[in-house]
Nanobody, 123 residues
């Protein structure tokens, strides 16, 4: 079973950028859809993006559309989340996870969760 390790979080000023990495323990088959999620204190975990494995179609939450971009490097078994023009409301722990084939908004259908990486946007 795949395991993921997220990295790249940190403290950044509003308007800044970060690139998060999600490194898999093994080959990420095209069968898997890979999602990025975030959870702020006191809030439910929400899906930020999801990349469908078989064709790379990527879906983004309205709150990050145009600012975040998810990419995938199969040679490194790693998925990235480039975050630009960060806002204080983007502050959260960011996670990656996988599910079979199709993307879903149902967080419970994703598995192989990593430990998360903290992103703090503050001046």
């Amino acid at each position: 079973q795949l395991q993921f390790v997220e990295s790249g979080g940190g403290l950044v000023q509003p308007g800044g950028s970060l690139r998060l990495s999600c490194a898999a323990s093994g080959y990420i088959s095209d069968y898997y859809a890979i999602g990025w999620f975030r959870q702020a204190p006191g809030k439910e975990r929400e899906r930020v993006s999801c990349m469908r494995g078989r064709d790379g179609m990527t879906y983004y939450a309205d709150s990050v559309k145009g600012r975040f971009t998810s990419t995938r490097d199969n040679t490194k078994n790693t998925v990235y989340l480039q975050m630009n023009n960060l806002k204080p409301e983007d502050t959260a722990v960011y996670y990656c996870a996988a599910r079979g084939d199709y993307c879903s908004f149902d967080v419970s259908t994703f598995g192989s969760w990593g430990q998360g990486t903290q992103v703090t946007v503050s001046s």
